[in-house]
Each structure stands twice: as C-alpha cells, then as structure tokens.
C-alpha cells in the first residue's frame, strides 16, 4: 500500500512529504520493501511483534525497540 503525507520521516525523523512514512531520501537510501516493512511495524503491533521475535541479538531488538517502540510486554 502506497500512502504519502507530509510529517515526519521514521528513518531520519525530519518533517517531509512521505511516502508510506518515509522521505524520499530514505527510500531511495534503504528501499521501498524497508519503507513498507517500517510502515507496517508502525501500523500493525502484530506485524511488529513478529518481526521483533525474528530478532536474536540484543543490539538489534534494542534498535527495533528505539525506532519502532517497545512490543507489549517486552
């Protein structure tokens, strides 16, 4: 799914015009399968919790944590 806004970017956090969260910049930077895969963590907690569980080291699971917020219970 394909939304664009203007606010706030969740790869770089400046105010832009967004597609599906992301500012032109970071899509062209990380592509479009992180900025829909972002979108959805941001949408959907049983997505993002998914995704969290696929994580095994800690480094990664705190980055998910700062860059998506923590899962239920986690």
């Known amino acids: 799914m394909n ?3 203007v ?3 969740i790869g770089c956090f400046r105010m832009s015009r967004l597609d599906d969260g992301v500012c032109a910049e970071c899509l062209c930077k990380r ?3 992180w900025a829909e ?3 959805r963590c941001r949408t959907e907690p049983a997505f993002a ?3 969290y569980e696929q994580i095994e080291d800690a480094r990664g699971r705190r980055l998910f944590r ?3 917020g923590a899962p239920d219970g986690k």
Do not use: F
């Open 3 to 5: 939304v664009v806004w």
């Open 49 to 51: 919790r998914a995704v």
């Open 37 to 39: 895969m972002s979108h």
């Open 7 to 9: 606010g706030r970017c």
């Open 31 to 33: 592509g479009r399968k």
């Open 66 to 68: 700062l860059m998506y």
